[in-house]
């Protein structure tokens, strides 16, 4: 008889489980679940509540009161309704995601829609990013056009001969700005979900091998 | 005030609780463990009640979202578990040494090495254990009946290997 025969044989046989009452069944009920796909929601909405609130707080600041001075409302107005767009676009996706995944669908399925929910995640940290990049990049180059000192600064560097020095420094400061901004947020998100969804990817992998093989036999 | 299905799913889930446990004896390590894991399957079960529409049997549902709560949805947690207060007496959960009482050292090492198999096999195997057909073990599992047959042979020969080295 093989191992898992004569385990078989035992496992059936096995009746010194522990027993639930009916009230301990009732009191369960109503505990939270501390499961992956709900721990992935809730961090969606932080993300989602951390860029709007970030949108709030930049609009209010001296700063942004200054660059509204410009008049460029024709390039901020469509890039801010564009944010708004996108933003809702993902908040929907974040809630359709939620609500498709089923506990009684198969093992794949199931993980394949856990796995599609943290894509959108995904997705939504690097549209927010390029959306920074953007909105930065602009920003530069309407300092550079309408702020008065600014001009004045690249004017006295022109009669001094040193523009060069001038862009290179506003290049190079951009480029470490931002990035900073990738490796911070990038990080905390592969460290959040690296962590949150280990387990699952490995046994998702797993999973795609039997399939693999199976297309080879 | 209790409803007529919370009675009528809490019924259900008594009757089948050894299938949770079962569950939970191959996945978890310690007492604290299955205790948590029991706790998250059955509110798993209770969130999916309102679809389950009785075309299959109870039980094999339960597998169904016993399985991928084990495997995708539960998370290890390193805190203190402070789950539900079962009498911890009564609670008591037979690990793989207790097990061996009136079995001989054999047995054991064979639970001891389907406890070693990831996650995916332990799935293969609980449902193997439990007599299902290798349709049901495909559907559940989301993979081939073919695929099915060949990842339990390998599996089966890999705990020959692992018990007669």
């Given at each position: ?46 993300e989602f509540g951390f860029w709007t609130i970030i949108g709030f707080l930049i609009k209010d600041n001296e700063a942004q009161q200054q660059f509204d001075s410009y008049e460029v409302d024709h390039i901020t107005t469509p890039l801010i309704v564009l944010g708004y767009i996108v933003l809702v676009y993902f908040f929907?996706l ?26 959108t995640v995904r997705n939504y940290v690097i549209f927010n990013l390029v959306f920074i990049y953007i909105s930065l990049l602009i920003g530069i180059w309407v300092e550079m056009t309408k702020n008065p000192d600014v001009k004045l600064a690249i004017a006295q560097s022109s009669?001094?001969?040193d523009l060069f020095i001038f862009y290179g420094t506003i290049a190079v400061v951009t480029v470490v700005l931002m990035a900073l901004t990738t490796a911070l947020l990038l990080g905390f998100y ?28 | ?165």
């Open positions: 008889m093989d191992a898992l025969e004569r385990l078989k044989n035992d496992w059936k046989n096995q009746t010194n489980y522990p027993k639930v009452t009916k009230e301990d069944i009732y009191k369960l009920l109503h505990k939270k679940s501390s499961s992956i796909v709900k721990w992935i929601f809730i961090l969606s909405i932080i929907t974040f809630y359709r995601n939620y609500k498709k995944i089923s506990n009684s669908d198969s093992v794949k399925t199931l993980m394949q829609k856990i796995l599609t929910t943290r894509t009669e001094s001969g592969y460290l959040v979900y690296g962590i949150l969804l280990k387990r699952l990817k490995q046994n998702y992998k797993e999973l795609k091998t039997i399939s693999e093989t199976d297309q080879q036999s | 005030m209790k409803s007529t299905r919370e009675q009528e799913f809490v019924t259900l889930v008594e009757v089948h609780q050894n299938v949770i446990h079962k569950i939970c004896r191959l996945y978890t390590k310690s007492s604290a463990e299955h205790k948590d894991l029991f706790q998250e399957i059955t509110i798993q079960l209770w969130s999916a009640y309102p679809k389950f529409r009785g075309e299959a049997k109870f039980s094999t549902w339960m597998y169904r979202v016993g399985i991928n709560t084990a495997i995708s949805l539960y998370r290890k947690s390193k805190r203190k578990i402070q789950s539900f207060s079962f009498d911890d007496v009564a609670f008591k959960i037979p690990q793989d040494d207790s097990y061996d009482d009136t079995e001989d050292q054999q047995l054991s090492a064979i639970y001891h090495a389907v406890k070693q198999l990831n996650d995916i096999d332990k799935a293969l195997v609980f449902l193997y254990l439990e007599d299902k057909s290798y349709k049901e073990i495909s559907e559940t599992m989301g993979i081939s009946e073919v695929n099915a047959r060949v990842r339990m042979n390998r599996v089966k020969k890999k705990l020959k290997q692992q018990l007669n080295p």
